[in-house]
């Protein structure tokens, strides 16, 4: 597999994931319980990131806006962490299609919406940035194309 079509480009990162916590968040646990469990589990705080999107998109006030920016911060960055530690040089793809990636993707594209939500024009962009040149279609899958 190689970088979208990039032949010479670096190969795709494939996160392992925290199958335990995924397990829990798809049987119906409580994201922030999972968070504390498992907190280096990007998809734990994509969910309450996600959550407190969806609670300030119906009229919550400002206060659940930047409790999503501070969840998809630190999702985002618990991801970075896991994508160095599989080999990725703070550049190349990161595909949606492989599933323990998107926990990570998700942060990105929360924080790209709760960043835009408080005026903040350059973290948005680079928010946006990241998810294209992580994968060209993940902008798509979160909505935010």
């Known amino acids: 597999m190689t970088s979208f079509g990039d032949l010479l480009g670096p190969q795709p990162v494939l996160l392992t994931g925290d199958d335990e916590a995924e397990s829990d968040l798809l049987n119906g646990a409580d994201p922030a319980a999972t968070a504390a469990a498992h907190p280096t589990a990007s998809i734990a705080w994509a969910y309450l990131a996600?959550?407190?999107l969806e609670a300030s998109d119906?009229?919550?006030s400002i206060a659940k806006v930047i409790e999503a920016y501070a969840y998809a911060r630190t999702g985002y960055h618990r991801g970075l962490d896991q994508l160095r530690r599989h080999g990725w040089k703070?550049?190349?793809p990161v595909p949606w299609s492989h599933e323990?990636?998107?926990g990570f993707l998700r942060c990105v594209g929360a924080l790209a919406r709760a960043a835009e939500a408080i005026g903040e024009e350059e973290e948005h962009l680079r928010c946006l940035d990241l998810l294209n040149d992580s994968d060209p279609t993940a902008?798509?899958?979160l909505g935010l194309a």
Do not use: L, R
């Open 58 to 60: 119906s009229g919550s």
């Open 139 to 141: 902008a798509q899958h």
């Open 100 to 102: 323990p990636n998107q």
């Open 90 to 92: 703070g550049f190349g």
């Open 50 to 52: 996600e959550a407190a």
